[in-house]
């Protein structure tokens, strides 16, 4: 299992859910965002609609699985 702590630097709207879904679904590993109170799979739609992506939040992302630390590098690289 891999984490890396992700801080949001720049606001993203609600456009950007379906793309993360869809790129978390590229891969065999679970992934998951959590902030300390939620445990957020980020392959489920319903799931990642309760995300607020809002400048100065820190959360963490997790990968575990086969393909992890490309997982958690390349879903990393959509919030920079």
Do not use: W
Not at 17 to 30: K, R, T, W
Not at 43 to 64: D, N, P, Q, R, W
Request: aromatic fraction near 8%; charge should be negative.
């Amino acid at each position: 299992m891999l984490t890396k702590e992700i801080y949001i630097t720049k606001e993203y709207g609600a456009d950007i859910i379906p793309y993360l879904v869809q790129s978390a679904c590229h891969y065999e590993s679970s992934l998951h965002i959590t902030d300390g109170e939620r445990n957020i799979n980020m392959k489920s739609i319903m799931g990642m609609t309760i995300l607020h992506l809002k400048k100065g939040t820190t959360f963490k992302l997790v990968a575990e699985g086969a393909d992890e630390s490309k997982a958690i590098e390349d879903i990393a690289g959509c919030f920079e």
